[in-house]
């Protein structure tokens, strides 16, 4: 069975770290009861997403982040098959977004936006190689 990535963008609403939390322990919970894998980078004016796993299962995982109201202007940027994981050890990892990424005045002026899915796809092969320590959640 092909393995399918997805990355995609949204901006916050009600961003604050309870609602992050929330957001990250459903996410754990969820992605791992059903085989995909991922990183989160999040901030208080951006979310940038990669989801990996078998097809179905990534497809019916954005169709709830497209219903979810702490999620606002989603758009997809990228969605295709893979030869392998780039994040297999991680239900959901989370990572701040890296001075290496846009200001927040680059945002509002549509620097996300306007990110090719190149742009996108090395920023996550960069996440990837950086170290993280496991949280006990």
């Known amino acids: 069975m092909p393995l399918t990535q997805l990355i995609y963008t949204s901006r916050p609403f009600g961003f ?3 609602t992050l939390d929330d957001i990250l322990l459903a996410a754990r919970r969820n992605n791992e009861r059903d085989g995909i894998t991922g ?12 989801l990996e796993g078998e097809r179905a299962a990534v497809t ?7 219903r979810d109201e702490r999620h606002v ?14 994040f297999p050890d991680w239900a959901m990892r989370d990572d701040p977004a890296r001075s290496w990424m846009w200001d927040q005045s680059a945002v509002r002026l549509g620097a ?5 899915a190149g742009a996108y796809r090395r920023l996550f092969d960069r996440v990837s190689q ?8």
């Open 60 to 66: 019916a995982t954005f169709g709830r982040i497209l």
């Open 73 to 86: 202007e989603v758009t997809l940027i990228w969605y295709g098959d893979t030869p392998s994981r780039l």
């Open 112 to 116: 996300a936006r306007e990110a090719g």
């Open 130 to 137: 950086e170290p993280q320590e496991k949280m006990a959640w």
């Open 39 to 50: 990183a989160l980078v999040c901030r208080a004016d951006l979310y940038v997403q990669m």
């Open 16 to 18: 604050d770290a309870q």
